[in-house]
T-cell receptor, first 114, second 110 residues
Framework: DAGVTQSPTHLIKTRGQHVTLRCSPISGHKSVSWYQQVLGQGPQFIFQYYEKEERGRGNFPDRFSARQFPNYSSELNVNALLLGDSALYLC?????????????FGPGTRLTVL | EDQVTQSPEALRLQEGESSSLNCSYTVSGLRGLFWYRQDPGKGPEFLFTLYSAGEEKEKERLKATLTKKESFLHITAPKPEDSATYLCAVQATGGFKTIFGAGTRLFVKA
C-alpha cells in the first residue's frame, strides 16, 4: 500500500506570496492533519480534517487555511507569506478505530520564504 | 495546559551502550502517548502507541513504557543506524490535537 504522499517536495517563495501544499492520505483513511515543524522543534498542530469537515485548529493565524476533498486528499493554503513561515510542513493520515488513533506522516514539504 | 517535555535534548552513545530517553507529560486526560522516529529532512515514522499506565511495547531494540506522568523509550545495544531524533507526543481525551515534544537527538557511534 502507498503511504502518505505530499507535493511539492520543496518550494521557494518570497514574502507576501501565497502557497498551496497538497497531501494524499493512505487509502481508506478519512482523516488528515497538518503540522508545521521548525528546525530543532517538534511538529506543531495546524488543522485536523475528517470527512471533509474541519475538526480542530491550532494556534495559527487566519492566513493559514485548509480543505479536504471528497477523495480525502487535502490542501493547506498559506497567504501573505512571512519569513517565519519557513518550515517543514507535514501531513498526517489518521487511522481511527475504537480507542486507536494513529497518525502516519508523509515526507513533508520544505517551504523556504525569502 | 497540555505539555510534553523530552530529555535529554541530545544523547551520544557508543554502539552497544544501552540507555533510555524520557518523555514527561501533562494532560487533562490521556487518550494516547505516541513515539516517533524522525530522520533529518524526513517525516516522522510511527513506532508505538501506549494507552494506559503500566503498558509496555517492544520493537527490535526499542521498548516503550508508560506511567501516569512519563514515558521511557529504552534502547538496548544500539547500532549506528538507530541514530535519529525520537519524538514523543500525547493526545488528550476528547481532544483533536496531538502535542509533540521537541525531541531527543540520538547519536550512536560505531
Amino acid at each position: 500500500d502507498a503511504g502518505v504522499t505530499q507535493s511539492p517536495t520543496h518550494l521557494i517563495k518570497t514574502r507576501g506570496q501565497h502557497v498551496t501544499l497538497r497531501c494524499s492520505p493512505i487509502s481508506g483513511h478519512k482523516s488528515v492533519s497538518w503540522y508545521q515543524q521548525v528546525l530543532g522543534q517538534g511538529p506543531q498542530f495546524i488543522f485536523q480534517y475528517y470527512e471533509k469537515e474541519e475538526r480542530g485548529r491550532g494556534n495559527f493565524p487566519d492566513r493559514f487555511s485548509a480543505r479536504q476533498f471528497p477523495n480525502y486528499s487535502s490542501e493547506l493554503n498559506v497567504n501573505a507569506l512571512l519569513l517565519g513561515d519557513s518550515a517543514l510542513y507535514l501531513c498526517a493520515s489518521r487511522r481511527t478505530s475504537g480507542r486507536e488513533d494513529t497518525q502516519y506522516f508523509g515526507p513533508g514539504t520544505r517551504l523556504t520564504v525569502l | 495546559e497540555d505539555q510534553v517535555t523530552q530529555s535529554p535534548e541530545a544523547l551520544r552513545l557508543q554502539e552497544g551502550e544501552s540507555s533510555s530517553l524520557n518523555c514527561s507529560y501533562t494532560v487533562s486526560g490521556l487518550r494516547g502517548l505516541f513515539w516517533y522516529r524522525q530522520d533529518p529532512g524526513k517525516g516522522p515514522e510511527f513506532l508505538f502507541t501506549l494507552y494506559s499506565a503500566g503498558e509496555e511495547k517492544e520493537k527490535e531494540r526499542l521498548k516503550a513504557t508508560l506511567t501516569k506522568k512519563e514515558s521511557f523509550l529504552h534502547i538496548t545495544a544500539p547500532k549506528p543506524e538507530d541514530s535519529a531524533t525520537y519524538l514523543c507526543a500525547v493526545q488528550a481525551t476528547g481532544g483533536f490535537k496531538t502535542i509533540f515534544g521537541a525531541g531527543t537527538r540520538l547519536f550512536v557511534k560505531a
